[in-house]
């Protein structure tokens, strides 16, 4: 599984994004999940797995989440 650290403007580290096999996980700083990306039904989805939006926007769930 590799892992990407996302940082804001000033380096700090804000979240992470996980790829895994089937899915992509969003956690924020403190590695909390918050949210899901599945590529094959094309929804991003919660940390409670309902639905957000189509696409992947687990970028926004990090930005959000800060």
């Known amino acids: 599984m590799a892992e990407t650290v996302i940082r804001n ?3 700090m580290i804000i979240g992470y994004i996980e790829d895994g096999a089937s899915e992509r996980v969003a956690r ?3 590695r909390k999940i918050v949210g899901y990306y599945n590529a094959r039904d094309n929804y ?3 940390h409670q797995r309902m639905i957000v939006g189509t ?3 687990l970028m926004g769930l990090i930005h959000n989440g800060m």
Do not use: C, I, S, Y
């Open 9 to 11: 403007k000033q380096l």
């Open 44 to 46: 991003t989805r919660d």
């Open 28 to 30: 924020d700083k403190t």
């Open 55 to 57: 696409g992947d926007q």
